[in-house]
């Protein structure tokens, strides 16, 4: 799974866990506890592991979530059901939450000789079966962001508009990350265009989740966004960072400046200008690059 949605859905997981559990079981369950940072010698990237409390049963659901299922899922899911029924002697609920397309598959097994070795049976939700607009008005607000890929009857820019409307009812500290995580699911389905007129990049800016997904791109060197997402707020993301990084090593920038760097939209120069920020020990240092940027742009 990409990295940026891999972020958010741990995110989403690290602060709504039971709203998950209910996406899956269909209930509300007395209690539920996020797992993965006890078991980091096992733990994989694209997996989220629950320890949940339901009529006083206790299991772990372990989530695995795909954008696009592949071939070897259902084997890396049984391996990774496996090390953890080991590791914590308890039942394991294994799902697979397929962010887009179908997958039908609920077993696994083979056989060796006259042995049936494995028959391995997990529970599948793909998104694009489930029926978006009751979710939408009756789903916990942790699952708001994963409307948008579900089952509907409306146009885009309805789903969207109705799915801000929920998160604007939620208490204002949360609402950043949510908006975030509705933007970045979005971009599966829909243009950038239509996520832009709906989600003000104001209203993920205060995320804290913003920062890390920031980091990776330019560290990482994705340069494409989030699938046609929210290119525009990629590329004020990075030119902030470069603004952060000249203010730390030589103070506040003249206007000029920033209204020169705004005004430069290609990704890849402003990765080279963001490590000249961070190494400038001047003003005029800094300038010089970033006039070189303009004039090959140009």
């Known amino acids: 799974m990409a990295r940026e949605f891999d972020l958010v859905i741990k995110a989403l997981a690290e602060r709504y866990p039971a709203h998950l559990v209910q996406l899956v079981r269909g209930i509300p369950v007395e209690k539920v506890e996020r797992m993965e940072k006890e078991v980091v010698a096992v733990e994989r990237e694209s997996d989220i592991l629950l320890k949940v409390m339901e009529n006083d049963y206790e299991y772990l659901m372990l989530l695995e979530v795909q954008t696009k299922a592949g071939r070897e899922m259902p084997r890396r899911l049984l391996e990774y059901t496996a090390m953890q029924h080991r590791e914590f002697k308890k039942p394991v609920y294994p799902v697979v939450l397929n962010l887009t397309g179908r997958l039908q598959e609920e077993r696994y097994s083979f056989d060796c000789l006259d042995l049936t070795v494995v028959t391995f049976n997990f529970r599948t939700i793909n998104l694009a079966d489930l029926p978006g607009e009751h979710l939408l008005h009756h789903a916990p607000v942790g699952i708001i962001p994963l409307v948008p890929l579900m089952r509907h009857e409306f146009p885009a820019e309805e789903i969207l508009a109705r799915c801000v409307e929920r998160i604007a009812e939620a208490p204002v500290e949360w609402q950043a990350d949510l908006y975030l995580g509705l933007a970045v699911f979005s971009s599966l389905r829909f243009t950038r265009e239509v996520i832009l007129k709906m989600i003000e990049v104001s209203k993920m800016e205060t995320s804290a989740l913003l ?88």
């Open 211 to 298: 920062d890390g997904i920031r980091e990776k791109w330019i560290d990482q060197g994705i340069q494409q966004g989030i699938q046609q997402g929210i290119q525009q707020g990629i590329q004020q993301g990075i030119q902030d960072t470069i603004l952060d990084a000249l203010e730390e090593n030589i103070g506040r920038c003249p206007e000029g400046l920033v209204n020169s760097l705004r005004a430069i939209r290609d990704v890849d120069t402003l990765k080279m200008l963001h490590r000249r920020a961070v190494k400038a020990k001047t003003i005029d240092e800094f300038v010089q690059a970033l006039h070189e940027a303009v004039r090959k742009s140009n």
